[in-house]
């Protein structure tokens, strides 16, 4: 069954919250998708455009996390 444009839409909303609203959180695409009861495709494709946005970035290990600018964490902490 093909998603529909307001499940799609939570599901960002949703994505965003757990990044956003707590502290350093790193997840795997599996445990994103397990966490909010959501199928890993449709999390794929949404992580995708949060990390194009430059929302969430993406290591080399396909962990998750919040994006930060190289300058942001040394501008806070100065």
């Known amino acids: 069954m093909t998603p ?5 839409e939570a599901l ?3 994505i965003q ?7 350093p959180v790193r997840m795997t695409l599996q445990q994103i ?4 009861d959501a ?3 449709l999390c794929k494709a949404v992580l995708r455009l949060l990390v194009d946005a430059r929302v969430l970035a ?3 290990g396909g962990v998750y ?3 930060f600018p190289h300058g942001a964490a040394r501008a ?3």
């Open 4 to 8: 529909t444009r307001f499940e799609i």
């Open 12 to 14: 960002v909303m949703r």
């Open 17 to 23: 919250d757990e990044f956003l609203r707590t502290s």
């Open 33 to 36: 998708a397990r966490r909010l």
């Open 39 to 41: 199928s890993v495709s």
């Open 58 to 60: 993406e290591t080399p």
């Open 65 to 67: 996390e919040r994006f």
């Open 76 to 78: 806070s902490a100065a």
